[in-house]
């Protein structure tokens, strides 16, 4: 008992605390012992105990994916899913039962023999004594929850689809303007955090300065937040300092994650390069494998740029709902062009009326 | 591009103060220069992407640059870290 006691001691101590969505998941493994120490509240919290095997605490999480050994159990391998968790429910444990029942513990062994990550009892369900004694010989943690099977599989996958995101840090400003998560790009020192400052001033919001980090959820949408929770909400203005934005505007305007649907590149106008000036052409960035459309804005001295995003963002919301501004406006300029045609097909320059 | 390893030989590690010295002599050159340590990239020139870094006492980093005067950035931002931002 007390190497193992000594050796959870350690664990706990070494480890620095961690929030669910600042664990870095490229050098870091996700052990056992990190999916028992998220800190989750209401319907994300797993209920999740240890109640036998200690020492598999510290095997990692390969894949965000959750197996039902039934055809395991049953003695049949090949393709068995080992890296996933393996979750025993109401249909695996009486299966258990029935195996202890007869004697038969050489299924058990051989599944307890690969190296899977953990085993997880639903409903509060008890493993078999044997199950127990072949866990613990192969040191492979059994954890215990009391929520439902379905309801912790999806709790599961939820909370492991987040850590397991692919996952970028950017240089730029995320601001939320009207709903539209917009994330401004740039070179240093062209405005961007002037810029994120008066919209907040304006009554947008500031999800992350400087450091925006990224991931995508779903293969379609990429969430972006302040890489680290500390500091996140920290502006650095030339000539006034690091300022503390939730400090001086309040909770109103800080937002600590949000999607981004817009990416703004901003730079000092070139007067040799040829700007958009239609908006018909949609221009896409991929960011993670997702498409986020983008629009280039020059800056200059004296140009409002803040009052530019805003007219964008809304834009931007138009174009979700699917009216193309730009668009309607060429097809109009088109039938006007046209009944001007239609009106000369009748009546030629020299007819007089 | 150039690339090189760094050390950060401060006591107290890369803080507020020598961020911004960081930043503020990256920002003299015109090319994109960045800081890298483990997975997380930083852009050179901001100082709160600097200080995210959390570089402690010991950290190694990689500095790369990619641009016109890429060899005068590497060299004065090294010449920094081993003098320690001049703390010491």
Known sequence: ?353 | MIEKLLTVKNRAGIHARPAAIIAQTANKFTCEITLIRDDVTVNAKSIMGVITMAAGYNTTLTIQADGPDEKEAVAAIEKLFDSKFEEE
Request: aromatic residues 8%; contains cysteine; hydrophobic residues 40%.
């Open chain 1, 1 to 353: 008992m007390y190497p193992e006691r000594f050796f959870i001691i350690c664990a706990c101590i070494a480890k620095k605390r961690l929030s669910v969505y600042s664990i870095r998941m490229a050098e870091k493994k996700f052990t056992v012992l990190d999916l028992l120490e998220l800190d989750l509240q209401g319907h994300d919290a797993m209920n999740l105990k240890c109640i036998a095997g200690r020492r598999g605490l510290t095997r990692a999480l390969t894949v965000p994916d959750i197996n039902r050994p039934g055809l395991a159990l049953s003695g049949f391998y090949d393709s068995f899913a080992y890296q996933r968790v393996q979750l025993f429910g109401r249909g695996e444990v009486p299966y258990l039962q029935k195996l202890h029942s007869e004697g038969k513990q050489d299924t058990i062994r051989k599944l307890l023999s690969f190296d899977i990550p953990c085993c997880v009892f639903t409903h509060n369900l008890e493993p078999t004594e044997e199950f127990r004694a072949a866990a613990e010989e192969n040191n492979c943690a059994l954890l215990q929850t009391n929520l439902e099977s379905t309801d912790f599989s999806s709790r599961l996958l939820r909370v492991v689809a987040n850590i397991f995101a692919p996952k970028k840090t950017m240089h730029g400003v995320l601001v939320e303007v009207y709903g539209v998560g917009i994330l401004l790009t740039g070179h240093s020192g062209v405005g961007k955090s002037e810029t994120a400052l008066e919209l907040v001033e304006r009554g947008h919001r500031l999800v992350a300065d400087d450091i925006v980090e990224i991931r995508c959820v779903n293969g379609n949408t990429v969430l972006g937040q302040g890489a680290n929770t500390l500091i996140s909400h920290h502006m650095e203005i030339r000539g006034l300092g690091i300022i503390n934005v939730a400090q001086l505007y309040g909770v109103g305007a800080i937002r600590h994650q949000k999607e981004v649907q817009l990416v703004v590149y901003l730079e000092e106008w070139d007067s040799n390069k040829v700007y958009d000036r239609i908006g018909t052409d949609q221009n896409t960035v991929d960011l993670l494998g997702v498409k986020v459309p983008c629009l280039e804005i020059p800056v200059k001295p004296g140009r409002n740029l803040p009052i530019i995003l805003e007219a964008a963002a809304m834009n931007e919301r138009l174009k979700n709902m699917g009216y193309y501004s730009a668009r309607d406006f060429n097809q109009n300029v088109l039938k006007w062009i046209e009944t001007g045609e239609a009106q000369t097909a009748y009546y030629g320059s020299d007819d007089s009326y």
